[in-house]
């Protein structure tokens, strides 16, 4: 099973809410990653979770905070967000960062509209 | 600060033809190179990896090689067919981050007419 899923896949929300995209593998994988994409542009790497730790933030603001619950498990919470942050979020594992002949699977992604 | 372009942005051909996107990177300390392929709203499938030490990989109709020392990459498509339209990107792996940070392109949207 070479599969990441997210949830949910579409979301709409206020500024005010407060809301949490979910991320799930059973792959062994032991690295987990959140991206944003926006339209017609790259992914840009937010976060990356290495044995439930988190090893790199990529500076990103604090209404985004990420959760590694368990090694299968990958949370973003979502708080005040601002209407630019409307993107498709992305999340993929590998086995582990830093092995050079791994690949990083991707989920198919959450498209988040912030009113 | 690394940087990865990619050319052309845009190309359509018609069906059958065989075609080249280009990679380039700007640092050469890198774990591997890859290419990935996306289709509209959706994520992203690995098509290839190359690591550092490797010059070429293959898988079906799909050829990348990988030049470190002058920075680049090169994805070659043979017989294209119209289920190859999507975007294709390419993405480096730097030694300086823990490894694991992938740099990506702009990407090349290719269209592929019946």
């Known amino acids: 099973d070479t599969e990441v899923t997210q949830t949910p896949k579409h979301l709409v929300m206020g500024m005010t809410n407060k809301k949490s995209l979910k991320c799930e593998q059973h792959?062994?994988?032991?690295?987990m990653y959140w991206y944003k994409q926006k339209a017609k542009k790259p992914p840009e790497l937010m976060f990356v979770?290495?044995?439930?730790?988190?090893?790199i933030n990529e500076s990103v603001p604090s209404r985004f905070s990420p959760e590694c619950p368990n090694s299968s498990l990958l949370n973003l919470h979502l708080h005040a967000l601002q209407p630019e942050d409307s993107a498709l979020y992305l999340c993929?594992?590998?086995?582990?960062?830093?092995?050079?002949?791994?690949?990083?699977?991707f989920g198919p992604g959450t498209r988040l509209l912030v009113l | 600060k690394q940087e990865v372009t990619q050319i052309p942005a845009a190309l359509s051909v018609p069906e059958g033809e065989n075609l080249v996107l280009n990679c380039s990177f700007t640092?050469?300390?890198?774990?591997?190179l890859q290419w990935f392929r996306q289709d509209p709203g959706k994520g992203l499938t690995s098509l290839l990896l190359?690591?550092?030490?490797?010059r070429e990989q293959t898988s079906g109709r799909l050829n990348a090689s990988l030049d470190k020392s002058s920075g680049r990459s090169t994805l070659y498509i043979a017989a294209s067919q119209p289920g190859d339209s999507a975007t294709y990107l390419c993405?480096?792996?730097?030694?300086?981050?823990?490894?694991?940070?992938?740099?990506f392109g702009q990407g090349t949207e290719l269209s592929v007419k019946p």
């Open positions: 993929a594992s590998s086995l582990d960062p830093g092995t050079p002949w791994e690949t990083q699977y």
């Open positions: 792959m062994g994988h032991r690295a």
């Open positions: 979770y290495s044995y439930e730790k988190l090893s």
């Open positions: 640092d050469s300390a890198i774990y591997n």
């Open positions: 190359i690591q550092s030490s490797q």
């Open positions: 993405a480096v792996d730097e030694v300086y981050n823990q490894g694991g940070k992938l740099i």
